[in-house]
């Protein structure tokens, strides 16, 4: 294989497993409104957020929403949540 080939296959690879993290703000296939899912980059890009179905994860969305980082929330934070999602 030449140089560029491996150079391009490289970035194939890194391309192909590019993902986001994104908060759903309506129901799709893949979950309901509020709930934090990891997604393609093109599928965050081109479909979500424009049609204003989902905001990206991050720290000022999380608070725009009132919602918390389940990436961040301690055990006892995760207990609480899950209490008052089920009363």
Known sequence: MLRS???T???LRNRQKHTVRVILTSNVRQGEAGEVLTVKA???RNFLIPKKMALYAIASNFERLNLTDPAIET????S???EKEAA
Do not use: N
Not at 75 to 78: G, I, L, P, T
């Open 5 to 7: 080939q491996v150079a």
């Open 9 to 11: 296959a490289a970035v």
């Open 42 to 44: 093109g599928y965050a």
């Open 80 to 82: 609480e949540r899950l």
């Open 75 to 78: 055990a006892e934070q995760r």
